[in-house]
């Protein structure tokens, strides 16, 4: 099983990216997939999350109207686009796959997004 993160970088405060994870080793298409984010000294939080058919999004407040969770299922593989970021946007950020009722639950490694000037 591995969930591979990419995107990540460092971006000024208005800024965008895109970050990807590409799943592999299990049924990516019966999985809600999740990204969370941990700053330096903070605890992880949920960022955004799509369920598995990819009908039905949710988003944590500090980000609602600035970022986009998608997915392909075809490419077994989920998206975070993120628009006018802002400092406080800065984290590691972690994709999470889960197949929810079966406590079956995967993490990503984690992609760095860095926003300054």
């Known amino acids: 099983v591995q969930l591979a993160e990419s995107g990540g970088g460092l971006v000024q405060p208005g800024g965008s990216l895109r970050l990807s994870c590409v799943a592999a080793?299990?049924?990516?298409?019966?999985?809600?997939m999740t990204w969370y984010r941990q700053a330096p000294g903070k605890e992880r939080e949920l960022v955004a999350l799509i369920n598995s058919a990819g009908g039905s999004t949710y988003y944590a407040a500090p980000v609602k109207g600035r970022f986009t969770i998608s997915r392909d299922n075809a490419k077994n593989t989920v998206y975070l686009q993120m628009n006018s970021l802002k400092p406080e946007d800065t984290a590691v950020y972690y994709c999470?796959?889960?197949?929810?009722?079966?406590?079956?639950?995967?993490w990503g490694q984690g992609t760095q997004v860095t926003v300054s000037s």
């Open positions: 999470n796959a889960l197949r929810s009722g079966l406590g079956i639950s995967y």
């Open positions: 080793g299990f049924t990516f298409s019966s999985y809600t």
